[in-house]
């Protein structure tokens, strides 16, 4: 008996793009034929006539499941609902615009056949077509979160992998509220095979991923898997207290030596802004952290279901 392979596919507003997306998997179906395959498409709250393109998908094919959100609940919520209304053996994510390229499905599946690699995951090796300074940023990103976290994150890495159930189970086993699947991977461990591939152009559609949108993503990121930062500002407080004391002392000698203690007001200034910045950006890591936990206690769901087939 095949067993099955879940196309785990999160979708916001992409109506042009998933019946493109659904034919190209269909074209695919000759060169995976040692499974069977399932579509799990995921309608983060979408504006358009996402939904109804499913529904339109589920009449023609019956391997086509879809959930769809009460509201935007964003693409890890996406991620996450997929893997959980997921049946298969083996599960890989997708994203509907073809930036993950399903000419790469046969090698994954091959390396999750042969039983050496419980998860195949893909990288892009360029950032070609994206701003410069958006890929400059991304680069800085990786590699800061390697080195304060214990998440095995690689540069360029995207959330197009396949899996195993067992991964699958790894991973929704860890309902945090505040989610960064990236990092999840990473964490969950497992044998891990990355297979690299060039950037590839959105096949239709707008990115819905703006500056602001993957500043606060990578922020979201290092608060969750590393505790780095709240180390930093206990450094920088300390710091600043040795400074103080310092300065203490050159103002006093300084005014039994002078006896000019106004003198060089405006340093004193510049002194008091950097120390109240300082105190400002350690009171903000904390109130990350604090936020964060806050909403982890509040036991939300990830998701509410608005339909369902």
């Given at each position: ?10 979708c916001?507003?992409?109506?042009e ?11 695919m ?5 040692s499974?069977d ?58 994203d ?70 067992k ?40 990115t819905?991923?703006s ?7 990578a ?42 203690p ?15 910045g ?11 952290y ?20």
């Open positions: 008996m095949k067993k099955l392979l879940s196309i785990v596919v999160p916001f507003n992409e109506e793009a998933a019946p493109i997306f659904y034919n190209a998997i269909k074209e179906e000759d060169k995976i034929a499974v395959i399932e579509f799990v498409f995921v309608d983060d709250g979408s504006r358009d006539n996402t939904l109804q393109v499913f529904k339109q998908l589920r009449q023609q094919d019956e391997r086509v499941h879809y959930v769809s959100f009460s509201r935007n609940f964003g693409k890890e919520a996406g991620i996450y609902a997929g893997l959980e209304k997921s049946h298969g053996d083996y599960v890989v994510i997708m509907v615009d073809l930036q993950d390229p399903p000419s790469m499905l046969p090698e994954m599946l091959s390396c999750i056949e042969s039983g050496e690699y419980e998860c195949v995951a893909t990288r892009r090796v360029d950032r070609k077509g994206e701003p410069p300074i958006r890929s400059w940023f991304a680069r800085k990103f990786y590699k800061i979160m390697n080195k304060i976290s214990s998440a095995d994150i690689v540069d360029g890495a995207r959330d197009y992998q396949m899996m195993t159930r991964v699958v189970n790894a991973i929704l086993s860890m309902g945090e509220y505040n989610r960064f699947s990236k990092g999840i991977f990473g964490w969950v461990g497992f044998k891990r095979k990355w297979l690299e591939f060039e950037n590839v152009e959105r096949v239709a559609g707008e819905k991923w500056f602001w949108k993957l500043l606060i993503y922020i979201d990121g290092i608060v969750a898997f590393s505790t780095a930062p709240l180390t930093l500002a206990s450094l920088f407080g300390s710091i600043m207290c040795i400074v103080a004391f310092l300065f203490i002392i050159v103002i006093i000698v300084r005014t039994l030596i002078f006896g000019d106004t003198n060089g007001w405006p340093s004193m200034v510049c002194i008091i802004l950097l120390v109240s300082i105190q400002l950006l350690c009171l903000g890591i904390q109130g990350q604090m936020a964060k936990t806050y909403l982890e206690t509040k036991k939300r769901p990830i998701y509410l279901v608005q339909e369902e087939e």
